[in-house]
C-alpha cells in the first residue's frame, strides 16, 4: 500500500529480483501518519471500541516494523 501512496522507483536486487526504493523516508512517515489519524476518526466517529483501535494499530506498526527491517 506504501507503494501506492509514497513516491519511489523499482530497483533490481539481483537477477530475478526486483525490491521498491522510496525516495524519501519522511514521506512514508507523513503518510502513515495521516492514515493513522483517519483510522481513529473511523472508529470514534463509529463508537467502535477504543481497545479494537489499539490493537489493530499496534498489529499494523508491527507489520510495518517487519517489512523495514
Given at each position: 500500500?506504501?507503494?501506492?501512496?509514497c513516491r519511489g522507483r523499482y530497483e533490481r536486487q539481483r537477477p530475478?529480483?526486483?525490491?521498491w526504493r522510496f525516495a524519501d523516508f519522511d514521506e512514508i512517515?507523513?503518510?502513515l501518519s495521516?492514515?493513522?489519524?483517519g483510522q481513529n476518526a473511523m472508529y470514534?466517529?463509529?463508537?467502535?471500541?477504543e481497545e479494537i483501535n489499539e490493537r489493530i494499530a499496534q498489529e499494523i506498526a508491527q507489520?510495518?516494523?517487519n517489512t523495514f527491517r
Open positions: 500500500m506504501l507503494r501506492l501512496l530475478g529480483l526486483v525490491g512517515k507523513r503518510v495521516r492514515l493513522f489519524c470514534e466517529r463509529l463508537a467502535l471500541p507489520l510495518i516494523e
